[in-house]
């Protein structure tokens, strides 16, 4: 057993090293974050054929909580705008052993169920949970790996051969460096202070204009935040909300509000970009009425109509009856309005006086701090103004100057990921490309041959 394999067997047994600090482990690669985008180049390489040997060079994954899988994803109590079918695909369409092995699981076909529609996302995280697990072991049973849970990565910093050294504090407080090529921040998003700070609809800045009535759209996803809005509500006899954001889970979130009851007496939906309605087709689009979209809004790869910008599942059906696309009937309590770019009056009113505005300012990477050769603090380009992203198209994490930093890559949540023609796309979205499947296929590949090559196989 070679020093690596015996602090491995260490760290895999939490054993307490506080007295004693341990030597640096050395890795291929480092994946920072066990959540669902963390999972993705692993389960990509399984589909490719070449996990196995890309496992022989090395790698850790660090994951600060108890367990790799889910992450976030199962918190949220609105339904997926992925479908079932795609969400397993990654067991259901695999040849790799350990993915096949799960698709009697019955959280697989608890997923499987929901066939071409939308998922409970609670569901979609046991699911994850599910698959954290089973990789976890595959992991564990490859001589130089390991999944090192209750981990947190503090920082990263290049050292002088170019390798980076990712400082982690384990349960008991200690901290113990990981060096390797490779390190993939999977860290996922949130939504900063500042950031909802910043946030302007209608001419109003809304955390200084509407004081507690704002609740940001993060909290209001949750089992516990949707109580909260429903309690809020019933004590005044019933209310009106108000959803700032033209997102996916923006209308979701308007959906599972409205189902909370005749609490609810109106939702509204102040949206800036026009609200897209995803079609397989341009003949199924037309054949619906749905003529707006030109030659740039179809994909070239699939022919799908709005593929990335389109409301898909629930939230498509919720947009066309709003809408009245296709001669469906508004739902009665909910209302749509188109924010105008600057001051807008009536946009205005419908937030002043609704009883409760939910905030949906979208999310930004939480990244790691990290240091060049010399111990200086590298400034990332999403650490700028604005929204922009962490990495560039081949997943590659940016310095403050838009430049790639060699052996630092980037998934997941808020990365800003935005597709080229080989994952294609409809060509006038401009918006990044978060999504497990995509993830699970063609985004997690380039991390793992990126990985691949660090191996050297
Ligand atoms: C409301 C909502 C609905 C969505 N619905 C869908 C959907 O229907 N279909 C779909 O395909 N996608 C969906 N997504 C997008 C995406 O699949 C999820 O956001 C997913 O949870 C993102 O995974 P992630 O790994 O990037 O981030 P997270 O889920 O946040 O996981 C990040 C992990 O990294 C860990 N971590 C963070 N920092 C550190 C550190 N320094 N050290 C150690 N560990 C760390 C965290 O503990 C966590 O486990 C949705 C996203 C949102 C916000």
Redesign the pocket.
Known sequence: MNTSQAILRDLRDDRDFAAAPLPDLHMSSVI???????MSPLIAASQGGFLEPLLGGGLSV????AA?G????GR?V?T???SAAT?VDCVNASSAPWLMALRDHPATRAVAAHGEGAVP?PL?GSFLDVLGGALQEVIAQAPDCAVLTR????RTQQLADGRWRTELRGPDGSTRGVVARVVVL????HQPEDHLRRQEAAGVRLVAALGDKLIPS?EA?TKAGLHDIGRRLAALGGGEVAIVGSS??TIATALVILRLGATVRRVTVLHRRKLRVFYPSAEAALADGYDEFGPDDICPKSGFVFRFAGFRLDSRALVMAARGIAGRRPPPRLHLHHLAPGPDPVGRAILESADLVVTAPG?RP?A?DVFDRHGHPIALFADGAGTRPLVDGACRVLDAHGEAIPGLLG???A?GFTSGPEIGGEPSFSGQT????QWHNTIGAIIAARMREAVGV
Do not use: F, K
């Open positions: 920072v974050g066990g959540g669902p985008a963390g660090i994951e600060r909580g790799i889910a992450g976030e994803i949220y609105i997926s705008d992925s969400i996302l979609v981990h947190e990565a503090l999977a860290t996922g998003g993060g996803m996916s889970s999310y939480r790691l998934l997941g949540l990365a978060n999504g497990l499947w």
